[in-house]
């Protein structure tokens, strides 16, 4: 129990690597903010992988939706 206390007490005077407002935390992604809910669908077989191996096809599908919404006209 006691060398529990003093590892304790050694860690609590240790710097924390990531604090509040640091600047090497991740940065957002894009110039738009994400929504935190995401959009899933079952893709037919084959173009999961597929999809995978186009660079960028996350932010290419993003604009590809707000494409299709404009169309819809919704």
Do not use: C
């Not at 003093?6 to 710097?15: F, T």
């Not at 640091?22 to 994400?34: M, Q, V």
């Amino acid at each position: 129990m006691l060398v529990l206390m003093l590892v304790y007490q050694l860690l609590q005077l240790l710097p924390m690597t990531f604090r509040k407002g640091n600047k090497l935390g991740a940065l957002p992604y894009g110039d738009k903010p994400l929504n935190h809910k995401p959009v899933s669908f079952k893709p037919r077989q084959g173009q999961l992988e597929k999809l995978k191996a186009i660079p960028n096809w996350q932010e290419r599908l993003r604009d590809y939706i707000d494409t299709l919404i404009e169309e819809s006209g919704t």
